[in-house]
């Protein structure tokens, strides 16, 4: 494996309802590594990504990311070596125009303001939203939201990119951009999703977590031949695989007219 980016350590996190989101979860991802955290709703996925970017803390176990222990003395350092892409856009938008969303994270990180602009306008080209700059995000369609807010990394350019549920009510341009995103991208990615034809698509690894804890992790073709397993863990990889194929059926027939 290559240097590890991500790495956990027997980490447990019980809710103060007594809820146990994780339980002795232990992994590493190596730098460059795409891989899928997938599970059913409950499985702790969500959970993984707060203690990932220090919103939560770990009550036994640790964690490392890009090498630097997760705990408070680490977090501005953490936060610029992670970048997480929530799953809903409005959680990542607020300011009064989309340039200023964009410009958020590199003035926070004491850029002067020439580097803020130049990072700025490179990622909103990269998005296409070049146009929108002045826009107020919440005037946005929900597909040029979740652009903005994968510009609003961008700019930061982390080492890890963290994306919660990237494909989740996408129309099919928005969702293949993403996408295509993911696929192209040469940093190391987390992708936390239900959707496993989405996961199929663009991460090379998976790791199921059911009920807190990690139950299966291995190569894609290894998981996805693993279908009767799966459904013990309320994930139905057939019905995906069959998505998955549609989808390169309509590629092929669209790349033919």
């Excluded at 977590?209 to 998981?223: H, Q, S, T």
Aim: charged share 25%.
């Amino acid at each position: 494996m290559n240097a590890i980016a991500l790495n956990l350590d027997g980490v447990h996190y019980r809710y103060p309802d007594n809820t146990v989101a994780l339980s002795d979860v232990t992994f590493s991802v190596g730098r460059g590594e795409k891989a899928a955290i997938v599970g059913p709703n409950g499985a702790g996925k969500s959970t993984l990504l707060m203690l990932l970017n220090g919103v939560l803390s770990a009550q036994r176990g640790s964690l490392k990311v890009d090498g630097r222990i997760v705990c408070k003395k680490n977090l501005k350092k953490v936060r610029q070596s992670i970048g997480l892409v929530f799953q809903n856009p409005d959680d990542q938008l607020f300011c009064p125009t989309v340039f200023e969303d964009v410009a958020f994270g590199p003035r926070n990180m004491g850029l002067p303001e020439d580097e803020v602009s130049r990072r700025v306008d490179a990622a909103l080209e990269l998005v296409g939203m070049t146009l929108l700059a002045k826009r107020s995000a919440h005037h946005l369609s929900y597909g040029q939201k979740k652009r903005v807010a994968l510009a609003t990394v961008l700019s930061m350019k982390p080492a890890i990119w963290a994306f919660d549920e990237p494909s989740a009510n996408l129309d099919p341009q928005s969702q293949q951009a993403i996408e295509a995103f993911i696929t192209d991208c040469k940093d190391t990615v987390l992708v936390v999703t239900q959707d496993l034809s989405f996961a199929a698509e663009t991460c090379d690894r998976v790791i199921v977590l059911f009920e807190g804890r990690v139950v299966r992790d291995g190569p894609l073709a290894e998981i996805l031949g693993e279908a009767d397993q799966m459904k013990r863990y309320h994930l139905d990889l057939e019905r995906h695989c069959r998505t998955c194929d549609r989808i390169r059926q309509i590629r092929k027939i669209s790349s033919q007219v």
